[in-house]
């Protein structure tokens, strides 16, 4: 299989979510430049994503959005969900938990949360299993967990990140604004950084403007 770009794997999970959408609403077809205005692309860049999964589209056509979802899904491995956590069950912890698990996921499923407070896991009221932190590693290996969200306060993320890098997870999702470096190779690490995103906003709505 012809590797692909970090770049192309990030448009096209995005493609993923619209084109699921999109299915529901009964929709069937769709052509790259209405894929490209879902995603502040042009059409040439959808094709040449589109074109890593063997489909050759020429401007003008639509795509059989099933046939699309299935390459999607035969080529980034969205055909089983995979396993995620939560470390740190605080205000932000426990609102992501109550979020994903009020929404069906075909590409993931939380099973497990952690927190280092014992207290504030007697209290939380959810259908998944709750452990105390030091049990991180043990608990992430035993559930074959792949996929770990951090919530924790930045002094803990490093720590956090490492047990779950010790219990054998592949992506890190960091919320935290510490910067986390993966304890072994092989452990891809995300961060969710709002004021950088806002920032990336202001600056493309400030070049848009002095470029009209």
């Known amino acids: 299989m012809k590797k692909i770009p970090f770049p192309v794997i990030q448009r096209l999970s995005y493609v993923f979510e619209i084109i699921?959408?999109?299915?529901?609403?009964?929709?069937?077809?769709?052509?790259?430049?209405?894929?490209?205005?879902?995603?502040?692309?042009?059409?040439?860049?959808?094709?040449?994503?589109?074109?890593?999964l063997g489909i050759a589209g020429t401007?003008?056509?639509?795509?059989?959005?099933?046939?699309?979802r299935r390459l999607l899904i035969d080529h980034l491995g969205f055909g089983e969900p995979k396993r995620c956590c939560i470390v740190g069950l605080g205000r932000l912890g426990e609102a992501l938990l109550e979020q994903?698990?009020?929404?069906?996921?075909?590409?993931?499923?939380?099973?497990?949360?952690?927190?280092?407070?014992?207290?504030?896991?007697?209290?939380i009221r959810t259908s998944i299993e709750l452990f105390p932190a030091y049990r991180i590693e043990k608990t992430v290996r035993k559930l074959q967990i792949e996929l770990a969200l951090i919530a924790v306060l930045p002094q803990q993320a490093q720590e956090a990140a490492d047990r779950c890098c010790d219990g054998g997870v592949r992506g890190i999702l960091n919320f935290t604004p510490a910067v986390i470096k993966p304890k072994r190779?092989?452990?891809?690490?995300?961060?969710?950084?709002?004021?950088?995103e806002l920032r990336i906003l202001a600056a493309l709505a400030y070049t848009s403007t002095a470029n009209e």
Do not use: C, M
């Open 20 to 52: 699921n959408k999109l299915e529901e609403n009964g929709i069937g077809k769709i052509s790259s430049s209405e894929l490209g205005g879902y995603l502040g692309q042009t059409a040439h860049t959808i094709r040449k994503d589109i074109h890593f």
């Open 59 to 68: 401007p003008g056509t639509k795509y059989e959005i099933a046939d699309l």
């Open 100 to 123: 994903l698990l009020a929404i069906p996921q075909d590409a993931f499923a939380v099973v497990a949360g952690f927190d280092s407070n014992i207290n504030r896991l007697e209290t």
């Open 185 to 196: 190779k092989g452990v891809f690490v995300r961060a969710v950084d709002v004021s950088g």
